[in-house]
Each structure stands twice: as structure tokens, then as C-alpha cells.
């Protein structure tokens, strides 16, 4: 146990006890959010879309560049649109909105620019629900326990990962793949959105409950965004977290269709994938607590190389591999997976301070949906040109090996930018 570890614990009570409706929220505002509906359900979505609509497999892959497009977008827009409207405005529009264009696409007709045109809509029109919001006002009361606190919340992309596709695959059984839309338009709803109307600030960012000496300080401290931009460690972490996003967006989206290809029903395959959730969860909650008392970027490289271990099995999986063996392979990628957004918000935070938190999360979630934007593309061609999953498979690996090393170069926190908290700069 680090020195710095026995006053982080100690001070969680206080944090978790005043901090608990904030944590609330922003679990079911990121189980909710566009984004996690939109990956989550796009490999369920995408056998009953083939057999419906006559579409390929290759150029429903694609679909996943229209969303990460919008999300780069999105997540530019957002910090600003707070600051102006309120959050409690911004999400319950965004929330109203997505509900009403998920319902639009079950009326979608045999032209596949119609989905392109759909998933790119969706994120922008969404924007209040983009983990930009969330880990904001979570990173804003928790000091101390920070790590964990982003951990938890964004559990909510393991729980949406573990029910959706069952969920999906159940009522598409029942109803056809209109009702999978449907179904996706009821979830924003029913999860989210009274609990923004009721616990979101009306203007700024931090919750009136959050409003300690000690959170207005931390709300002020760290780099200004132009300082920021000209740090090599923002681009470290852009471009290391970059290749490890764009590697397991390509693997949630196409790790059903595989299974499928290996003869496995839609309820079989499902059932593996909800590992996929269930595993994001634990290494959400496994990093969490180890980057509040280890040295970030060293929990990182080891949970995010995981995924290369699992998509290396993978490859060497066919229809007479025990289920076993498949569920130990998607659970590895689910741990990455769970380990790469709670990550990437602890070191803007630590790194860059909260000063302008809002700006450089949004960019960075930008810049690493940009290459999540032109892979979905690299696998569509892989796919056409190979006819398998051999080839995505061996560049996803080699992602989630190269980005973790780079992660490794970003050095010690700075202490300037954690003057609440100074013995984080100790933690090495």
C-alpha cells in the first residue's frame, strides 16, 4: 500500500456519503447515453438488418464510422452548450431527441444511407448524454476517490453491454428488427431521464450538494486549454487510448457476428457477448480502485493490453472450440473495454487538472472517436477482402499492445495541477 492510499480511503466516506445522488445519475445517464446504446446493439442488430434488408455485413460495419463521426462532433459541442444552457436543459432535450430518432430509424426502407445518415444524427443529436457530462460533475466532487467514483459511473456502459443484447435479441425474435429500435427509443426514457430533470444543475457544471471549499478549488485548478494542447502527454494519451478505442469498437460490433459464423445461435452468441458487459464492470471497478492508489498509466498498459490476449484466441477459435474458451476470450476484451473511458477521464483530470476539463475530455473523446471513425472502414475492407476475421483480428491485438506502451511514456502527475490533493504526486 502506497503512503498515499491510507488518506484516500479515509476520506471516502465523507466523498460517497454527500456524492452518492451524483454517482446515481451519471450511471444511468452513461447507461442511456447514445453511444453505449448505439455500439451495444449494433452487433445484435446486425444479422436481422442482413436478412431484412439484403445489406452486407462489410457496409453495415460502416455504420459504426457515421457514429463515431457524430460522436467527434458531439463531444466538442457539448462543454460549450452546458456552460450556456444548463446541463439540466441540454441532457433532457438530448434525452426527449434521441428517443424520438431511434423510433425514426424502425421506419428505415432498403437504403442503407438512410442508417449511415441515422447513426451519424444520433450522437449530435444526443450530445447531452456523452460521458462529457457525467465524469464532469462525478470528477468535480471526488477528489480522493476519484478513480473509483469514475469507475462505478461508468459501469453503466457494462450493464448496458450485459442486458441490451439479450434484451435485443428477445424482442427482435418476437416483433422483428423494428421493435430492437423501438426498444432502444423506450431505454433513454425510462433509465434517464427524471433523474436529470431532478439532479442536474440548472447552469454550470457542479450540483449544488457538490459545492464544498474543496470542490470549488479543485474546479479552478489545472491547465489552461491552450497550455494543455502543446503538452506532449495530451497527445500521448490521445494517440495510445486512440488505437486501444478503435480495437475494441471494432471488437463489440462484430464479436456476435463471429460467433454466429462459428454456428452458434443468436441466443448462444448473446449470452457470450453479455459476458462482454459483466467483465466491463469488473475492470471498471478493478481499475478504479488500483489507479487510486497506483500510478495510472502502469494499471492501464496492463488492462488494456488484455483485449490482444483475447482477440488472439479468438483467432485461433473455430466451431469445435469449448464455449469456455470463448467466454474467457470476450470476457478479456470486456475488461479492456471496461478499463479505457474510466482511464482516459482520471487522466485528463490528473494530468490537465479541472480548470478546463470540460474543453479537453471533449477533445480527446474527439480526436480518439476519429480513428474509431476511419476503422470501421479498415474492417469493412478486411471483411470484403478476406471473408473473414482473421485479419481485423491480428491488427485489433496489435492496437492494444502499441497503445498501452505509449501510455507508459506520460511520467508523473503533475503537482501544480493537484494542489487538493498533492500526495497524488507521489503515487508512482
Known sequence: MTAASRPLAATAPGEFSTGWPTLALALAGVATSVS?????????????????????????????????????????????LNLRYGMRA?????????????????????????MYLGYFMLPLIGLGTTPVTWTQIVAQHFHRHRGLALSLV?????VTAAVLPSLLTWTIDRWGWQAGYLTLAALPLLMGLSLSWRYLPSFGTQPA??????????AQSGMPFKEAL???????????????????????????????????????????????GVSLIIGRIGVGTLIDRLWAPGVAAV????????????????????????????????????????IAAYLVSRYFGLRDYGRLFGLHLGVVTLGSTV??????????????????????????????????????????????????????
Not at 494517440?239 to 469498437?249: C, N, Q, R
Open 36 to 80: 453505449a446504446l448505439l455500439i451495444y446493439s449494433l452487433g445484435t442488430m446486425i444479422v436481422p438488418l442482413e436478412q431484412a434488408m439484403g445489406w452486407s455485413r462489410a457496409d453495415l460495419q460502416i455504420a459504426v464510422s457515421f457514429l463515431a463521426a457524430g460522436g467527434a462532433l458531439s463531444v466538442n459541442l457539448v462543454g460549450w
Open 90 to 114: 441540454v441532457t433532457g432535450v438530448s434525452l426527449f431527441a434521441v428517443a424520438l430518432s431511434f423510433a425514426s430509424l424502425a421506419l428505415m426502407h432498403t437504403s442503407i444511407g438512410w
Open 154 to 158: 461508468l459501469c453503466g456502459t457494462g
Open 209 to 218: 450538494h457538490a459545492r464544498s471549499a474543496e470542490s470549488l478549488a479543485a
Open 230 to 276: 502543446k503538452d506532449r502527454r495530451f497527445w500521448l494519451c490521445n494517440i495510445g487510448l486512440g488505437l486501444v478505442v478503435s480495437a475494441i469498437y471494432g471488437m463489440a460490433t462484430n464479436t456476435v457476428p463471429l460467433l454466429r459464423d462459428m454456428g452458434l445461435s443468436a441466443a448462444e452468441a448473446g449470452g457470450i457477448f453479455g459476458v462482454f
Open 303 to 342: 488492462a488494456l493490453g488484455l483485449p490482444a490476449i483475447g482477440c488472439l484466441m479468438f483467432l485461433g477459435a473455430d466451431a469445435s472450440s469449448p464455449i469456455p474458451v470463448l467466454i474467457v476470450a470476450t470476457a478479456l476484451i470486456g475488461i479492456g473495454s471496461g478499463a479505457e473511458f474510466d
Open 375 to 428: 476503422a470501421p472502414f479498415a474492417f469493412a475492407a478486411m471483411l470484403r477482402n478476406t471473408g473473414g476475421y482473421a485479419a481485423m483480428l491480428m491488427v485489433c491485438a496489435a492496437c492494444c499492445v502499441a497503445g498501452p506502451l505509449l501510455l507508459l511514456m506520460l511520467g508523473r502527475y503533475p503537482a501544480e495541477v493537484n494542489s487538493v490533493n498533492p500526495q497524488l504526486d507521489r503515487v508512482t
